[in-house]
């Protein structure tokens, strides 16, 4: 796995950006997948505002979630969906729904949902490009410690620290015990998958994932079972380095 280290947190951002855009004009089909939470924000910023400016056409290219709470919809402040609407798909020019294939929290039939999301990847032959973030506990999209390394789309129970830190999404008490995510094979087969990480609540996370060998213990370390695996920590992050 690559690693690319920045002073800051902006510095990586950009630099995220510059990367992303330039996959998308090498292959403006591609299929891209996009972690919610706090840690792409900066990246998808500077992603919408290259759009706009022209410099980046995202019509040709189709979005798969990486996964949502189970329960929740785009309505509700925090969930997935909502945060990379409001961050990205409603921020940029030429976008059509048809081209978003999102988890929706809220369907009655989650073995379906998955059944839908693993289809429209499979349509596509893949994921081209992932950005991930990583939770406190190596947890990447909703892929659990223990997770099972063979799944696609599945759900799964919060691990207990997660469920700790999804009040900082939330604007009330949401009480989510469940998550939808894509699966670990899904991450392996992508094309491409950035690791992203900034701020010194991660530098413990991030130096167990450098430093352990690939392990379902701590899932962000089988992203080293990519195909092309980068990671992109700012300063304070590589702080236990
Ligand atoms: C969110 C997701 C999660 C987060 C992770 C880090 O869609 O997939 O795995 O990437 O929990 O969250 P932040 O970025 O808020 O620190």
Known sequence: M??????????????????????????????????????????????AEAANQGEVDFGKCSFVSLDEWVGLGKETNGSCKQTLFDHFFDRIPNIDDSQICFFDG????????????????????????????????????FNEPGVRVDTYCHVIDLAPVTKKVSVKYFDEEMNVTRGISLGIQHITEAAEVMLMA????????????????????????????????????????????
Do not use: Q, W
């Not at 002073?7 to 591609?30: C, N, Q, R």
């Not at 989650?110 to 349509?123: G, I, L, P, S, Y």
């Not at 695996?229 to 380095?241: E, H, P, Q």
């Open 2 to 47: 690559n690693i690319k280290k920045f002073l800051t947190t902006e510095l990586m951002a950009e630099s995220a950006g510059k990367h992303i855009i330039e996959i998308v004009k090498k292959k403006p089909d591609s299929l891209l997948c996009f972690a919610g939470g706090d840690t792409p924000l900066m990246t998808l910023n500077y992603l």
């Open 106 to 141: 809220l369907a009655i039939d989650m073995d379906a949902e998955c059944k839908r999301v693993d289809h429209f990847v499979a349509k596509h032959e893949g994921i081209d490009f992932m950005l991930l973030g990583i939770g406190m506990n190596g947890h990447i999209g």
């Open 198 to 241: 900034n701020g010194e609540k991660k530098a413990d996370i991030v130096e167990l994932t450098i430093n352990t060998e690939p392990t379902a213990d701590i899932p962000s370390t089988l992203v080293k079972n990519s195909k092309h695996a980068v990671l992109y920590i700012d300063d304070a992050a590589a702080s236990k380095l």
